[in-house]
């Protein structure tokens, strides 16, 4: 039963960046597929980034070239980077690590971009 912990979140302008932190009771991202995921007021959840345990990454066309995900085993932390932030990246952001058969969730992290 791994937790993780997200952190990291807030308000930005935009252009802004911001990094959000996600934080797991155990060392499993060395063998885990991680992602994040977001949830805007009134829309469905989308995908956002992802990282499989052999290092590969994708990312959503809506923040390809702005976003970057990372992991520090050793840390027991995952990351997602953003930069050039706009309006429309304010959402819910949760961070996801599956390690099968277990799958875990964040509680959510808000990021709210606005002037």
């Known amino acids: 039963q791994v937790e993780l912990v997200e952190s990291g979140g807030g308000l930005v302008q935009p252009g802004g960046s911001l990094r959000l932190s996600c934080a797991a009771t155990?060392?499993?991202?060395?063998?885990?597929?991680m992602a994040w995921h977001r949830q805007a007021p009134g829309k469905q959840r989308e995908f956002v980034a992802s990282m499989a345990p052999i290092g590969a990454t994708y990312y959503g066309d809506s923040v390809k070239g702005r976003f970057t995900i990372s992991r520090d085993n050793a840390k027991k932390t995952m990351y997602l980077e953003m930069t050039s932030l706009n309006p429309e990246d304010t959402a819910v952001y949760y961070c996801?690590?599956?390690?099968?058969?277990?799958?875990?969730w964040g509680q959510g992290i808000q990021v709210t971009v606005s002037s």
């Open positions: 155990e060392n499993i991202f060395s063998d885990s597929y």
């Open positions: 996801f690590v599956a390690n099968s058969p277990s799958r875990s």
